[in-house]
């Protein structure tokens, strides 16, 4: 029957050299042939294809069956299901299936009654519990009730589990192998078919229409007289990677037990207790062997799970090995040293979103999370600290040397100081793109956005939480920026560890990958942490965010209540100097590297304060009246700030501020070539344009500017100017944008919001039912959406190369950290992406990966 | 020389058949052509082509010219500008070339000297001021001085300005008549290129090289001994169109001079003072003959610019009558009836803007204007009235029988009341589709938003104008809603009339056009006004405006406020009989037509008041704590609303409002049907859709109240459904949607907003600037943006079509009354266009038009 379909339709036996493609037979069907290329020991075990399993309450067990035949024999039997891909999860494993009253006659002799009867009582629960749907609570309790001096009575328990069942289903328990199986197949199928299992499945990935496949494999007991038992063993560790026994053992125990129990053994020799390489060594020996050949069949390190029948070794499954992202880059790192992948297999075989936990303290995957709230994930990694309630707590806990998590209903630019002191930071709105979780994502600070559900009180300091209850000022907290929860108390942290290994691989993405990676930087020191992630140039500069220290605000703000020309050229005169100045460091530091900087974007209302209080103090530091502050302030208040007067329009209407923006640049670019012979290469970028005459009239201005400055300073001004698309009507426009630029950098979360018509910081009420509805199958601010979005970009590549061939394309924002919008961007043909330095890593591996997976075509 | 050129480079001789393309001569010079088939006495001239004119600074008359001839032979000619088209304007015509001492004295003998002076020193000053760019009143200044007790001694005049001159250009005054052309052809190419001249005639439609053409004609007098004198006539009303004479005529005088002077005569016998017709009958008659033979030569009714000379007729120019709206539908439908032109000429013939003035009162074109601020002009009309600051004032007024002006910084729902007892809307804020525009249309309501001029102080009741002078309550003004200007006091206002010409010609555009028209009406008033305009269906109707009646408003208060489900449904269950009221009155009234009813679209803090006294009065009437009513207002403020929780969103958020509108809809349509034989169309619009799954969901629920109320009913239900599209995610994914949807309804207002990434209600801010400096060709809320708003139409339209080849396909929004828009939407295919009642005229006459356009292609 070598590789050959037994009579019953598409179910094959599990032999070595058997075609058992994963699409029909899945993951796990695949995995049992794979391991027998090396002659481990496996118990033999036949495959259900998808089509079977989904069509059985058609069908028939054929006559001469060898597995019915076995059944027929006393012989028992595990269940299990093997979906086309493992993280879609199936049915749980029912084991010891064909027990009977006759099994159990015969198991009594070898394995004593007792054993006989709880592995009985075991199969009756959980054929109860996973086949007829009874409630394992109530089969639960039958042990406690039969619990004596000497331990649990399992005769007891065992008939009263029958009885219960009899009472339960108006039906015997049945003693018949085959009926068990049929009932049990049909079982994990209508399962599979359930509601709350294509949810979980479909959130995996899964397509509607995923199939279940099954195998059923002879059982090896794990129970008996001598040293029987079961396990899951890996022998790299989970947390570093390097070369680790990790797993765990229990002798008298089956399919998965050991991990649960807290009276399991360790696999290797342990100071903190006894150990399957003590109790058996042979069969330690032989795992690790198994494991060894596993590794060598999968090139990966893999966990398998295993049986030890009387100090023999059985393996019944093999996954990947459990790894955190440090661990995932050692593996693989250690793999291509020894010559098992290539360097283009290990760029692969990393997920690039797992370099987030890389770069971050992580929640030890080991501690024990309280979760007292929900929200958005917003900035990864995970803090701990006091509840704080004010920028200004914030900083007076840096002070301090208290760590702070810093509770706001939302962040506007008066938060800045304080976020830059707290270890992360909690809003109750906002979504993915908020204020707060853009400026913790440039400040790599963990952040939770949204957190809707809970209610926070500024003014009497205190947050009220779903169940009533309240958090205060100072109680300890701890937000994990990656799945979005609030947790109560300090669970244990893991801090990041960029080792040799993460270096090694990172320029292994870097030889590989042609789409440039681009850091966003706002400052100085931004622009060296880019650097320190290897970036290749920034890729915006957002120059609005140099104005929020105290001193240029006030200057700021002082340009927004000028009365006249001359008072508005007096600020502008004082904010010049302080440009420049950036822009001289920022420049200088990114030598031989191209900086693009946007000229300033947001409405200026954004520029005044927001509160009463701070109201009062601006009109007293400005020496003006309340009245007229607030007439001001009223006056740029706007209905939809998002759609308003800023960025170009900002630029057309005040165009002394580009102006001056502009003569910052150049003349930081002249003093910079008369003292040094660095080479810089900056980009001026316009943003929200939507015509092209707007960029004609700010150009004109601009090279206005150039060559005064060039006559001036005696120096040759080079530069690129571009625009930044961010409206839907620029990308359908590019046609005519393309000739009058050098450059476009489409600001995709802009063109989100507009494409969507969806405002980021209001889309935080609705997105999370929307993603889990499947309304939206992602979250379009985290992961581009390629079917709107993505198709505006297309026609603006399109329409832009049409007219310039050589246009230079990029994306900024934090799509250029999402991998999948890394790859979308590649293969559109952009020239690069920007994101913060944090995600860089993520956008070098995702471009390798791009590049591959095209070449690879 | 008839009809060649003569030796002078494209300089043609105008005679009867000449050859004067208006694209080569401008006008003008086609006009004196035309005029020339029948006869007409019109002196001799010629015409400098567009290309002689702006090159004429290389040129040199040729030797032997007619033109230069006969100047040295002391002939007078005039020099006029030929545009292309009129209404792009051009220098001031030039009377009396060739003037100098040798013709002054000429004209001595049969003038008399005073009127051979006063002709030289006119002259002089003309050219002084249109060739020599002196000041023209410093030569008014010398009439001043010359003023004697026998009335002015033009001869001390004329010496005086001849000094002038030589004082100012250092030259003296050229005597030699070519020279006097030379430079005054060289002026007028000059003037044509100067700044202020491109800007004027670029906002009027001309394009960025417009050339000009000049004619130059030999000059009948208008002065001498006998029945001299100038004039412009026209025989037709321009304030009816009906059958009058209209102009007026002055002894001894030149060009227009007669329309500036009060001393001028009629043209026809006038109880209020002389007339030509009494003057000097028989001139009288042959104007007549020569006004009715201009009519036959353009089909039109023309307006012709005279001289009379000793008694004789001589016609200089023609161009067609002054009209108003109202004029100009009367003047064609009488020609029709005449026989002189076709139906389809004459809906070609009419602007449909110019329906604007015809359905609104308007200020008589005679009366002054006191401009003392200027906006945006947002629904068309004119309205006088005392100044109101409150919506409670504007009901008050409107109690006591006054007209009232409502002045508001800006509307809000919560002002409708008023807005209703209101005579117009003056804003400081928004643009032109504000809520107050928009409401303003609905109405028909003159309406300026966007004085941002103007310093509007409701608390003080005051508005503060640029001049430091304030208006306060009680103060007349009047706006006119057409130019956007807030006039002092109250002139004089002609009221519309809409006449059987109106009706008449309006079915002439029904029985052409193709392109349906429907109209928006939220109220069974709405739809008795749309159908009053003769609409095809109802095109939009907004649910929520029937929520804002005081006591819907306040059970649409306790749903938001509502705690539990079961309050929720309370308040709901309160709303639908009044949905299903406004239902079932509404689709009676449009028998056999189409209802396109639009399911809740604004956010819901759209519902909650936004003053401190009116939550006061909002928690006292809900019986609720202050602290709760502001935590939910609170709880609902958006960023930017008009991206937020809004349309659809919010109809799958809170799902029990669509159902209870569905239900309202449908137990309308059954209790109809059951009551009466009259059938009902009712579409049912979900807005605000960005991805097909959304449409799905809502679709679901719709078709399942649909099946529950048709089998609680026995009534079965037909009915469309469809989506409005207003992202351009929805237009770039249409043909995903398509599948789900009967129709689409193109949302272009908000369409536009998130294609430009540009707020309608914040765009007032700079859009004025921007259309000014053409950065954008027009405002695109007000005409269709057809290279970026259109693309995304046309886009949807191929796509939606190309899935499902019978899709519906309209528009709605204001849009929809624009002539450009319509057009546009009867060229890509569009089933109809939907706008405010009162436009609608506007909208089927443009239909007519691009049938016509597109069938005579």
């Not at 060894?292 to 966990?303: C, G, H, L, S, T």
């Not at 398998?304 to 050692?330: S, Y």
Request: hydrophobic share 40%.
């Amino acid at each position: 029957m070598d590789g050959t379909h037994s009579t019953f339709p598409d179910c094959v036996q599990l032999v070595r050299g058997a075609d058992v493609p994963v699409a029909v037979y899945g993951a796990r069907a695949a995995t049992v042939v794979n391991l027998m290329q090396s002659d481990m020991p496996i118990p033999q075990g036949w495959a259900f294809s998808c089509d079977t399993v989904a069509k059985f309450h058609r069908s028939e067990f054929p006559k001469e069956w060898p597995v019915a035949d076995a059944l027929q024999k006393g012989r028992l039997f595990s269940l299990r299901a093997s979906p086309i891909e493992r993280e879609w999860g199936g049915p749980e494993t029912l084991l010891n299936l064909g027990m009977n009253w006759d099994t159990h006659k015969a198991l009594c002799e070898p394995l004593g009654k007792s054993a006989a009867d709880a592995l009985y009582f075991r199969f009756v629960q959980d054929y109860a519990t996973q086949v007829a749907r009874l409630d394992s609570e109530d089969f639960d309790a039958l042990i406690d009730k039969s619990m004596s001096a000497n331990g649990v009575d399992y005769g007891h328990a065992l008939e009263m589990s029958l009885a219960l069942f009899e009472q339960e289903t108006d039906v015997a328990f049945p003693q018949d192998g085959t009926t068990q199986l049929r009932k049990a197949l049909r079982s994990m199928a209508t399962a599979w078919n359930g509601a709350s299992a294509r949810i979980l499945r479909s959130v995996r990935g899964a397509p509607v229409d995923a199939g279940l496949g099954l195998i059923i494999q002879e059982m090896v007991l794990g129970v008996g007289q001598g040293e029987f038992g079961s396990g899951v063993a890996q022998f790299t560790s989970p947390v570093t990677g390097e070369e680790d026994a990790f797993g765990r053992y229990l002798s008298q125990s089956q399919g998965r037990d050991a991990m649960d129990q807290s009276s399991a053994q360790f696999l290797a020799r342990d100071p903190r207790g006894p150990s399957l390489e003590e109790i058996c060594p042979s069969a330690f020996d032989a795992l690790k062997g198994f494991v060894a050949q596993a590794r060598d069949v999968y090139r990966d390190e893999m966990q398998l799970e295993f049986t030890v029948d009387n100090g023999a070794v059985w393996i019944l499954d093999a996954e990947p090995a459990d790894r955190t992202g440090r661990a995932a880059i050692a593996i693989v790192v250690r793999m291509v040293e020894q010559g098992l992948i290539s360097r283009q297999d290990a760029l692969m075989k990393i997920d690039p979103r797992n370099l987030n936990e890389i770069l971050h303290p992580q929640i030890d995957p080991r501690a024990k999370r309280v979760e007292i709230a929900e929200g958005i994930g917003a900035s990864p990694g995970a803090a701990t600290g006091k509840i704080v309630f004010s920028a200004n707590s914030a900083v007076a806990s840096e002070a301090r040397g208290e760590a702070a998590i810093l509770v706001r209903v939302e962040t506007t630019p008066d938060d800045i100081r304080g976020m830059h002191s707290a270890n992360g930071i909690l809003t109750e709105r906002g979504g993915i793109n908020s204020h707060a979780a853009v400026v913790a994502r440039t400040l790599g600070l963990p952040c939770v956005v949204g957190a809707k559900d809970i209610d926070i009180d500024q003014k009497n300091r205190l947050v009220r939480l779903p169940d009533g209850s309240q958090l205060v000022a100072g109680d300890v907290v701890t937000i994990d920026g990656a799945t979005g929860q609030l947790l109560s108390g300090a669970p244990k942290l893991v801090e990041p560890e960029l080792g040799g290994d993460f270096h090694k691989f990172m320029n292994w993405a870097d030889e590989t990958r042609t789409l440039g990676v681009r850091g966003n930087a706002d400052t100085p020191q931004d622009v060296r942490l880019a650097q320190a992630f290897g970036v290749d140039g920034i890729g915006l500069v957002r120059t609005e965010h140099m104005f929020f220290d105290p001193h240029r605000l006030t200057v700021m703000r002082e340009l927004i209540f000028a009365d006249s020309p001359a008072d508005r050229q007096d600020a502008l005169n004082l904010l010049m100097p302080m440009q420049r100045g950036d822009f001289v460091e920022m420049l200088s530091l990114m030598k031989n590297q191209s900086v693009c900087i946007r000229l300033l974007d947001p409405p200026l209302h954004e520029f005044l304060p927001s509160s009463r209080d701070q109201v009062v103090a601006l009109a007293e530091a400005m020496n003006l009246p309340m009245s007229k502050v607030n007439a001001r302030i009223e006056e740029l208040a706007e209905f939809n700030p998002m759609l308003g007067t800023r960025g170009v329009r900002l630029g057309i209407t005040v165009p002394e501020i580009y102006e001056m923006q502009a003569r910052a640049i150049f003349e930081a670019v002249c003093e910079i070539k008369k003292s040094t012979d660095i080479l810089v290469f900056p980009e001026v970028m316009i943003p929200l344009v939507s015509a092209n005459r707007e960029v004609e009239l700010v150009k004109a201005r601009i090279d206005a500017i150039a060559s005064a400055v060039q006559s001036e300073q005696g120096v040759e001004l080079d530069f690129k100017l571009g625009v930044m698309v961010e409206t839907p009507r620029a990308a359908l426009r590019s046609h005519d944008i393309a000739g009058t630029v050098d450059f476009m950098s489409f600001g995709t979360n802009d063109l989100t919001q507009m494409t969507y018509g969806l405002s980021r910081d209001d889309a935080g009420r609705f997105m999370r039912e929307y993603v889990r509805n499947e309304i939206f199958p992602e979250d379009p601010f985290m992961t581009l959406d390629v079917d709107g979005v993505g198709e505006l970009l297309k026609i603006a590549t399109e329409r832009g190369r049409s007219v310039k061939p050589g246009l230079q394309l990029g994306l900024c924002g934090e799509h250029g950290g999402d991998p999948d919008s890394v790859k979308f961007c590649h293969d559109a043909g952009f020239d690069y992406v920007s994101c913060s330095p944090f995600r860089t890593p993520i956008a070098r591996l995702a471009a390798a990966q791009a590049e591959l997976e095209k070449s690879s075509q």
